[in-house]
């Protein structure tokens, strides 16, 4: 593939959550970061991809950036700031530390390895839960950022397009879309299961992070529920209530919701137990019955199933709810990896033509240069009427001329012998002069 695409990676293949996390970008940051590469970097094509699960920046340069990349990102996320007054051109210090967190990348200079990693990952086999679909509408936010930014040429704007295009297949001819394998979706059918009876349940959500949010938009689909929101930062709460139409409450008013509330999904941070068994003991629970703890470690104490009514459900319980459809979407791998692969072939021609597509350009001018000299040499001997019918004779003449050596020229393209073609062809009409003649 003659195009220089590159990526750089840390994901959970690589790196354990405490190495990623400090590392990931929110989209404003993507963004500034974005722009940073390009002004010091001199990066005039990238797409730049933050998840909870990897932080990978794809990018065409003939330069190999790994170092600078790594360098500012630890900057720009305040993990080094051992630089001078000039924050992006210093002579960086090898300190172990910084040479650790490298390590922890992986770094593809080979254009088709980084195309066939980009649609890997779009399609969901680099997911932690294989085929999760979230992937998708996050590539898809980040191909928008470049492309608000100016950072895709004709060469992003067509692989992005391939891999969405790819992407719909894989949903239509294949069974990797198939099931809830996503944690958050498998927390919406438990809900959806246990809750379908009620006339309008009432759930309450706590901790928003990306599960947390992603089971909290899932439940838009199961229909008109009162769904209260709750979250340490109440600020974020109140914005998802706002856009999803449901209600937000503070953390202080957590046993009063848990209260009337008919399921509690929670997904927060913590070392010990948000929900114990001693604090619903003490609530009046006269609907409260199903409880779902999305948290690693645990927020809702093991022991609060032995009162009476409650049902708890751990995230091994939803693991193993979703451990029949990943069964099914790896057997659908090969499939998904079959498309991928006529995907990327095509993909591949499409830029073998565009490479050589100057060639055939200079051909048509250098056949147009000649036309009209022949043209201009008889005008004197034309009337207005004979010189349309020779205007439209030899253009024609022209075009079929034209025809041949570009269908010759794509199928070299496809035997990979087009380089040796525009070569002759070069030679023969003597095309790198024919903007200088007359």
Known sequence: MNHPFKAISISYKTA??????????????????????????????????????????????????????????????????????CPYHHEWDKSEKQLDYAAYFQNITQSEEAVRHLFSVAMGLESQVVGDIQISNQVKRAYQVSADLNLATAFLHRLLHTIFFTHKRVAQETNFRDGAASVSYAATEILYDSLSHLPKPKVLMVGLGEIGADAVRNLKNVGHWEVVLINRTEEKALSLAQELGYRSAPLSDLEKELAQADALVSSVMMQSPLITKKMLSELPLAKFRYLIDLSIPRSIEPETEEIEGVNLFNIDHIQNRTQATIERRKEAIPAVEALIAESIEEFSQWLQEMTFSPTIQKLKQALEQIRQAEIARHLKNLDEKELGKVEMITKNMMQKIIKLPVLQLKAACKRGEAENLADVLNDLFNLENVNSQG
Do not use: M
């Open 16 to 85: 354990p959550v405490a190495i990623r996390e400090p590392l990931a970008l929110s989209d404003e940051e993507a963004r500034s970061f974005l722009l940073k590469l390009q002004e010091i970097l001199g990066i005039q094509e990238a797409l730049l991809l933050s998840t909870c699960n990897r932080t990978e920046l794809y990018y065409s340069s003939e330069n190999d950036i790994f170092d600078d990349f790594i360098k500012l990102l630890l900057i720009e996320k305040g993990i080094e700031r051992h630089y001078s007054a």
